[in-house]
């Protein structure tokens, strides 16, 4: 008895097999393209983060550099203010303010000067130059928002003999030397900022200190 053709059944057989393989493959092609694009999106959010924190962190050092010119500033305007005047200005201002009870309260920059030790501090309209401010928002850049500030405290005065040429070397000549500590805090803010909870300081501040031991003289 003759067979029948078998070419007819195995043909459907094949199609299926091959649907099942290109479904295969299509799953496999979904899963790459949307593993590609996961990646791609978590590159960007971090490219968009870290840059960013960047532009953040230029900010921040930015500021931290403007605080430190002011404070530098405020320092050698202050022993140059000394230097001009004399140190004689400084001994009697500093007299004047013991005289009358008045002491120069370091808190909160730093710990308060010991009893009967003398301070003066310089402030911005002190250190004027022909009326104008030492230093203003276009001393710091163009379209700055902060405002600087410079408040400079001598303290640790006293008066020693040097040798100069031409005069008594032993100790026990006239001309006299005035030595003292300059510090100068320098601090940049934003008007109208409002402090932290719980602190005196703007929220957005930034401070950089400058300190140095002048000698002034001979007087």
């Not at 130059?129 to 850049?141: A, K, W």
């Amino acid at each position: 008895m003759p067979q029948p053709p078998t070419a007819p059944l195995r043909a459907p057989r094949r199609r299926r097999r091959a649907r099942r393989v290109a479904r295969r493959e299509e799953g496999a092609v979904l899963f790459i393209v949307m593993l590609v694009l996961l990646t791609a999106t978590a590159l960007a959010v971090f490219a968009v983060r870290s840059t960013s924190d960047e532009i953040r962190a230029s900010g921040y050092y930015r500021m931290d550099l403007q605080s430190q010119q002011v404070g530098e500033s405020g320092l050698l305007a202050a022993m140059a203010w000394v230097d001009y005047r004399g140190p004689d200005a400084l001994t009697d201002a500093m007299a004047r303010s013991q005289d009358a009870g008045y002491n120069v309260d370091l808190e909160p920059f730093e710990r308060p000067l010991a009893p009967g030790k003398p301070g003066y501090r310089l402030y911005s309209t002190d250190l004027q130059v022909e009326g104008r401010p030492l230093v203003d928002r276009e001393t710091l850049g163009q379209r700055q928002p902060y405002e600087p500030l410079i408040l400079v405290d001598v303290y640790d005065s006293h008066e020693f003999p040097g040798v100069v040429t031409g005069y008594r070397s032993d100790g026990f000549g006239r001309l006299r030397f005035l030595g003292a500590t300059y510090t100068s805090r320098g601090r940049v803010r934003i008007p109208g900022d409002t402090p932290v909870a719980g602190d005196t300081r703007p929220y957005h501040e930034g401070a950089n200190d400058a300190r140095a031991r002048g000698v002034s003289g001979p007087f």
